[in-house]
């Protein structure tokens, strides 16, 4: 049996198939389907074809009436709140653990972010302080799937719709996972998806939006992609571009359009993320089942009844306190060890831990915390979110396995946290 000195202080390393790890960590990885659907997009009469080719894929697998392709994420989820309504002095619930560009769009459309906690086990919202952050002025509830873990769906749907405030899933990292059996972005009232180089499908970078809804369809188009306005089917929007009269175009301020090319990209990726989940899926759910009998001290992420979560990911609990080492600590360790983990800033940091929410002023003067449109005065003290707080002080994260790999590389990764976890007192 190998020895069990931590190869911290000089021990044989726990992880030897390096260049295996490496391989199978390695997204996204594209290949000759990727680089033929974009020689025969340069090469074919029509460089735009890629675009409503994505869009009516991307709908068929949801099951979606609309999708609306958009050139990133963020995008998306611009044209999502503008397209339920939200605008100046409105409020947004949305939550404290996320990337701040699920935020920013809303303080774009001059309306107020309202930050909710999460629960300490995979940062989803939580419902109950939903509930207690909505205000006469609420117009959306935005939600994250984070890292792949699916949010409390029910819950959160239950409470939307008794307010009767709808619901945008951010899934930027959740593509694919679903909720009783339904895939995520179908739950709510509009689904957004970055298709951004690190996503589960990627176009390098891109974004979309799928809902049901044709009001919603129309409104996103009216927002971002001025040269949809004339097939729309509502009167009130059509107005704004008809090319048959004598009258200028317009939109309303932004053109979201996806590049023909990253759309070819998505395409591809979208045809295969079944079975890339899969395999994810079968690599992570092993090292999960096995990670969980180590120690209380360290949690592998969760997985909550009645979802297929996904693996953007792979997110950890390092309990610090129970340990009695620092998590630098732990972490320099599991990488000594071959495994390379990551801390700190892997995890989010609350999205108000920002010097705009203390300015309060982002075009002029108090705009548009304190505009004259705003009903109530909300704060962004530290403290606001305490499990969102907290959460990501306790982050380890570990790679993802994307591709198939040996049983005895999985092995070696829960080796090597099995080992560092035997030998904490050693650390110390
Ligand atoms: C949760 C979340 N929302 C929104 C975005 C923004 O997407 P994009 O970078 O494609 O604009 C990201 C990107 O990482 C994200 O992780």
Partial sequence: ?????????????????????????????FGEEEKRAVRETLEGGNVYAPIAELERDFAAYHGVRFALAHNNGTSSIHSAYFAVGVGPGDEVITSAYTWHLQVAPILALHAIPVFCDVDPKAACLDPADIERKISLRTK????????????????????????????????????????????????????????Q?????????????????????????????????????SEQYRKYHQPEREQAPSCFGFKYRIHPLAAAIARVQLRHVDEWTAIRRRNMGYLTERLRELSAVFEPPYEASGTERVWLNYICQYHEERAGV???RFIEALRAEGLP???????????????LYEERSMWAEGYPFDASYVSRKIT??????????????RTVGLPVLHWECSQE????????????LRNLEVLK
């Avoid at 891109?206 to 089917?233: N, S």
Wanted: charged share 25%.
């Fill in 380 to 393: 962004y003290q530290r403290g606001l979110c305490p499990e969102a707080e907290r959460f990501w002080r």
């Fill in 197 to 233: 180089a690190s996503k589960l499908i990627t176009a390098i970078e891109g974004g979309m939006l799928i809902t049901d809804r044709e009001e919603y369809y129309e409104r996103a188009c009216v927002l971002g992609h001025y040269e949809r306005i004339p097939q729309l089917k």
């Fill in 409 to 420: 590389l999985r092995d070696e990764i829960v080796a090597a946290v099995a080992k560092v």
């Fill in 326 to 328: 620092p998590r630098e």
């Fill in 140 to 195: 959306a509830i935005a939600v994250l799937h984070p890292y792949g873990a699916v949010a409390p769906m029910d819950e959160i749907l239950a409470v939307a719709r008794r307010y009767g405030i709808p619901v945008i899933e951010d899934c930027s990292h959740a593509h694919a996972a679903t909720y009783r059996g339904r895939k995520v972005g179908t739950l709510g009232d509009i689904g957004c998806f970055s298709l």
């Fill in 341 to 355: 983990a990551t801390g700190g800033r892997t995890g989010y940091l609350p999205v108000y831990w920002n010097p």
């Fill in 1 to 29: 049996m190998a020895s069990d000195k931590l190869a911290l202080l000089g021990g044989p390393k726990a992880v030897t198939r390096q260049e295996e790890l490496k391989a199978a960590a390695r997204w996204p990885l």
